[in-house]
Each structure stands twice: as C-alpha cells, then as structure tokens.
C-alpha cells in the first residue's frame, strides 16, 4: 500500500510518516507541504492512498481532492482537519474524500489506511479474468438501472411538453433524478474500495416512492395493484440498493404482460425478524420465460436484484401462482442478522 501525505506542517508530516512506515506492507511515497507539490508528485508516482490537511498553505485542500478524482489511478483520500464541524465533514466526503479525521488522529489515520489495506488485498485475491467478468457485470448493471431512470424522466419531460407544466410531472422527473444521485453516490463508494453505509430504512416508504417515479411507465393496460401493511419494522439495508430492486422487480414482471394483466405489489411484516416484499403478476409463468430466455428467468434485472438481496442479508425466490404468473419474494431482515 503506497501511501503520499500532504500536509503544511513540516513535524506533522514527520509524525504521520513515523506512524505509517511502521505498518506491515506500507510504504510513504513522499511526504509533501502544499497543493503544487502534492500534483508535481502525482504526476510521477500512482500511490494508493492520499492523506492531506484539509488546510493546505497554497489553499483549500477541496482543490487536490477534485484533482485527484480526474486522475486514472483514482487513490483513496483521508483529510485530517484541525478542528472538524459535521458540516465541513459533508462538503469534504461530498467533493470526493473517502475518509474525514479530525485532529491529530494518527491511530484513525493508521486505521483507514489498515482497512484500505485489507480491501485492496481482498480484491487482489480474485483472479484477473474473474475481476473482469465481476466489473463487465457491474458496468452492465449500472447502465441498465440508469437507464430505467432516465426512461421514467424522459416520458415526464415529454408528458410536459405536450401537456404544459404541470407539478406532478415535474415532481415525478425530480423524483427519478433524486433516485440516479442516490445509486450514483453508492457507486462511488463502492468505485473507491468502501463499502455503503446500513442504515434502518422504511421499506413501504421506498416502495411507494419507486411506485411513484415508475407509475408513469407501467403500460395503461396493467392493472397496479398496491398494499403497504401498517406498522412495519424498519429493514436494515441501502436505500439506494432496495430502490434498484423494486423497480428491477416491477419492470420484469410488466416485461411479462406484454398483453397486459394485474401487477399486485404488497409489503408485509412476515416475523418480528423480516419484512417481506411481494411484486406478483399474470404474466408468462416461469416455465414459458425460461424457455424463452425472458425477463422472469434471465434478465439482467433479476441479476441486480439477486446481488443487492444477498449483499443485503435477504432471501429471494420466485414461485408460479396457481391462476398464472409468478410472484417474486424478496424478505429482508429487521436486524443486521442474515436470512436463512
């Protein structure tokens, strides 16, 4: 792990120099005082990771990390501030840092780059032809779920241009919008070695609002059918992550009533443990969409949704109903326990 510090104080860089060389596999690459110096050295060493003062004494260390993220080599950044606020904290981690210390926390520093460490080393350890797969699929998943998102926003501008502004056109647009920052900025965590933050999440709330930002692009001859049970237990999980399975879900079972049909969507409490999500229709069946390689069976959006479910500690299957169809069942767990 190379690691290049940049920092004015000239004893802060001889401390935090001390206290990384003496971990196992971490080499400092240079150890430098301002903004200029610091670009003079990405341009002849590619380190790993960049540790700099958030007040640098050629100015704001906002202008390095905006330069850094241009690079090809994409380092990670820990900003060390004098005396932090939780909102200087927000503007740092929102222009690109990957980590916020304050103070002179050499051990938090020492930690960061540890757990840095330990990724880079986790991913290393798949194979060069599997890495490629995993980022081609990655990539692929990406551009599907943007792509939905830019649909629902595209028919909203359209809708006003026919129809004339009309606010809950606009609000649909915005909410899609909303919708492609929040899965941006989890891909950016993930693009630069972390992992998304769990957090308790309301399931029938991004139900409804996926419903929403999706409603207008469900075919008028499928029939939505909506129902949120009361007092649900928050699901642990990624907002970003459940709003990509919902409308994964929602499109491939529209997918599968070209000729129409009825789209049920429920969210029920299944055990004090787990909330579940059911997304059925009355389309092909299971049998006929393997056969034809359809969205039920195959589709890149059942693949985004079997990821998030399993990084999220869920369960996810699909059964045929008995009247036709298939019903997707997605439980996610109350608690950071795994389903079984």
Request: hydrophobic letters at 45%; one cysteine or more; a neutral charge.
């Amino acid at each position: 792990m190379k690691v290049l510090i940049v920092d004015g104080s000239k004893e802060r860089r001889r401390d935090l120099t001390v206290a990384l060389t003496e971990l196992t596999n971490v080499v400092v690459q240079g150890a430098v005082p301002d903004v200029r110096s610091a670009l003079s050295a990405l341009a002849t060493v590619s380190p790993d990771v960049v540790v700099t003062e958030a007040t640098l004494p050629d100015g704001d260390g906002t202008y390095l990390i905006e330069r850094i993220r241009r690079l090809h080599c994409m380092p990670a950044v820990i900003v060390l501030a004098a005396r932090g606020t939780e909102e200087q904290r927000n503007h740092y981690i929102s222009v690109g840092a990957d980590s916020y210390l304050e103070g002179g926390d050499f051990a938090g520093v020492r930690a960061a780059v540890l757990g840095l460490a330990a990724t880079r080393h986790a991913l290393g350890s798949i194979p060069p032809t599997e890495s490629q797969r995993l980022l081609g699929r990655m990539t692929a998943g990406v551009v599907h779920d943007y792509n939905n998102y830019l649909h629902v926003a595209d028919v909203m501008l359209e809708l006003i241009t026919r129809q004339g502004l009309q606010p809950e056109l606009l609000a649909s647009a915005r909410a899609a919008l909303d919708a492609m920052q929040r899965l941006n900025a989890t891909l950016l965590t993930y693009a630069r070695g972390g992992v998304p933050m769990t957090a308790p999440v309301d399931l029938g709330t991004v139900v409804t609002d996926t419903l929403a930002i999706a409603r207008r692009v469900i075919p008028a001859r499928i029939d939505l059918q909506l129902e949120i049970a009361e007092n649900l237990r928050p699901v642990i999980g990624v907002r970003p992550e459940l709003e990509q399975v919902v409308l994964n879900l929602v499109i491939n079972a529209c997918d599968a009533m070209a000729a129409g049909g009825k789209l049920e969507v429920r969210v029920k409490q299944c055990t004090p443990q787990a909330v579940m999500l059911e997304v059925s229709d009355t389309g092909i069946g299971l049998e006929a969409s393997a056969s034809k390689s359809g969205p039920v069976k195959a589709g890149l959006g059942l693949t985004i949704v079997r990821s998030v479910v399993a990084r999220q500690g869920g369960a996810l299957r699909f059964v045929s109903r008995p009247t036709g169809g298939t019903t997707a069942s997605v439980m996610l767990p109350t608690s950071t326990t795994a389903m079984v």
